[in-house]
T-cell receptor, first 113, second 113 residues
Framework: DGGITQSPKYLFRKEGQNVTLSCEQN?????MYWYRQDPGQGLRLIYY???????QKGDIAEGYSVSREKKESFPLTVTSAQKNPTAFYLC????????????FGSGTRLTVV | DAKTTQPPSMDCAEGRAANLPCNHS???????VYWYRQIHSQGPQYIIHGLKNNETNEMASLIITEDRKSSTLILPHATLRDTAVYYC??????????????FGAGTQVVVTP
């Protein structure tokens, strides 16, 4: 079945360490996105990519980095510069510019210890 | 994108219809109303969208007022599995900003036996 796979589901990181969250899709979608969700809050956009080798900052890009070397993959690195990285991270993809049809992964819960 | 206002929470008895309101008084002519839901610790799931006509699919019905300033999502026979946070989002179908799916805090719906 087509879908988005995020791994790992739970991730623990020590302060000062970089960590990379994986996101892979086999839907042949052009656009991919990373959102952050804090408890009781809505989703906030971190980065998005419309095509391979291109990506744009979202509303809260500071302390994060991404790459888009393949259409299927859009990994997110949470760097040590991110002051409060503990959150639920969601990856999504979409076929084109239309507003519906977002497919979300099941998320990665990152905890800084 | 127009902003939306939703009640923070509502309860619904299993088997009854759940009516979820959303105000979007600043909606513009080319903006659609989208509904997503997020079950705890999962990624959001698309439910339905509409422009000005009422819409129905296998999951829900969407009723949009004639002036388009508000809408109601109807879950016709709520089940325990419908317990989730429901997001109402207003967005143009085609936009230069591929990633701007603005999630607010949504409505926490709890379906009780």
């Amino acid at each position: 079945d087509g879908g988005i796979t995020q791994s790992p589901k739970y991730l623990f990181r020590k302060e000062g360490q970089n960590v990379t969250l994986s996101c892979e899709q086999n839907l042949n979608h052009d656009a991919m996105y990373w959102y952050r969700q804090d408890p009781g809050q809505g989703l906030r956009l971190i980065y998005y990519s419309q095509i391979v080798n291109d990506f744009q900052k979202g509303d809260i890009a500071e302390g994060y980095s991404v790459s888009r070397e393949k259409k299927e993959s859009f990994p997110l690195t949470v760097t040590s510069a991110q002051k409060n990285p503990t959150a639920f991270y969601l990856c999504a993809s979409k076929k084109d510019r239309g507003g519906y049809g977002y497919t979300f992964g099941s998320g990665t819960r990152l905890t800084v210890v | 994108d127009a902003k939306t206002t939703q009640p923070p929470s509502m309860d619904c008895a299993e088997g009854r219809a759940a009516n979820l309101p959303c105000n979007h008084s600043t909606i513009s002519g080319n903006e659609y109303v989208y509904w997503y839901r997020q079950i705890h610790s999962q990624g959001p799931q698309y439910i339905i969208h509409g422009l000005k006509n009422n819409e129905t699919n296998e999951m829900a019905s969407l009723i949009i007022t004639e002036d388009r300033k508000s809408s109601t999502l109807i879950l016709p026979h709520a089940t325990l599995r419908d317990t989730a946070v429901y997001y109402c989002i207003v967005r143009a179908l085609l936009t230069d900003s591929w990633g701007k799916l603005q999630f607010g805090a949504g409505t926490q719906v709890v379906v009780t036996p």
